[in-house]
């Protein structure tokens, strides 16, 4: 694989700073967090500016370090909609059906349009909370594959697991997250309700 | 054949790699007779969805907010010290 180009760090404060620090803001409501924030993530950045392979755009790629900054910070904080823990196993999904492998509580029916719910900040936000309220290793094997793209193979290697681990933990967040919207009594759009 | 709790494992696991064909037979056998795993389906296509979009231009809100010149050069310094 052939050297990525040197990335200018300093310049990229000035090109996404503040692109950065808006996004940002929106999320954690509090200039001092938010510019700790992105600091980190620029920081975050230039030491693992080795695994930027170009594949997306600088941007994107900031973006997605800035994302894992704002997970872990609502993590560290205590205002985060609580999912309880679960240990690793496949058992611990057992609660989510019935003895028979029927569904406990079936998924509900989210209304409001597909194709517009995520545009809404307040669905967001809960999207924020839940994904912040998994346990920490589920958290960062959804943002791996989900925001940052990763293969499950990469993933295994990062979180130093097994493959049919990485398909449960996998399978335990998204089950977990969709439960937590669920819970938050999503209105996805409330516009687009009808 | 599968059962939901089966059924749902497998449609997550096939959104991370390619199932074997006899697999995706029994998924999609299941789901054209059972609504609560096809909406499961639709449900993480759509956290996907979220996750890819949680970036655009719509989540940057309060569009007159600026990084300070002070933490600007701030962060600088920090970047700085660190090549």
Redesign the interface.
């Known amino acids: 694989m052939e050297n990525p180009p040197k990335l200018d760090a300093e310049a990229w404060v000035e090109q996404y700073g503040d692109a950065l620090f808006r996004f940002a803001i929106a999320r954690v409501k509090d200039r001092d967090i938010a510019e700790d924030l992105v600091q980190e993530a620029f920081l975050a950045a230039v030491k693992s500016q080795e695994h930027f392979q170009g594949k997306s755009s600088e941007k994107t790629w900031l973006f997605g370090i800035l994302k894992h900054k704002i997970i872990d910070h609502y993590r560290k904080s205590k205002t985060m909609v609580h999912v309880q823990d679960y240990t690793d196993d496949l058992d611990s999904m057992d609660a989510f059906f019935n003895a028979k492998g029927g569904w406990n509580a079936p998924p509900t029916h989210w209304s409001g349009n597909p194709g517009t719910a995520y545009e809404t900040r307040e669905f967001l936000d809960h999207f924020y909370h839940c994904l912040s309220g998994l346990p920490k290793r589920t958290a960062e094997a959804f943002t791996h594959r989900e925001i940052d793209g990763l293969s499950t193979g990469e993933i295994c290697k990062r979180l130093d697991i097994t493959a049919s681990n990485c398909w449960v933990i996998l399978f335990r967040a998204r089950m977990l997250l969709r439960k937590c919207l669920e819970m938050a009594g999503i209105q996805p759009s409330s516009k687009a309700s009808e | 054949m599968f059962?939901?709790?089966?059924v749902?494992?497998k449609i997550?696991?096939s959104?991370?790699?390619a199932l074997p064909i006899h697999h995706r037979m029994a998924i999609r056998f299941h789901l054209m007779m059972c609504r609560?795993c096809a909406?499961?389906r639709?449900?993480?296509v759509?956290?996907?969805?979220?996750?890819?979009?949680?970036?655009?231009h719509?989540?940057?809100?309060?569009?007159d907010?600026?990084?300070?010149e002070a933490?600007?050069s701030?962060?600088?310094e920090?970047?700085?010290s660190?090549?």
């Open positions: 059962r939901c709790k089966d749902s494992q997550s696991q959104m991370d790699s609560h909406r499961f639709r449900q993480l759509m956290l996907r969805k979220m996750a890819g979009h949680m970036e655009g719509q989540l940057t809100g309060e569009m907010e600026t990084l300070s933490a600007k701030r962060i600088k920090t970047l700085r660190l090549t």
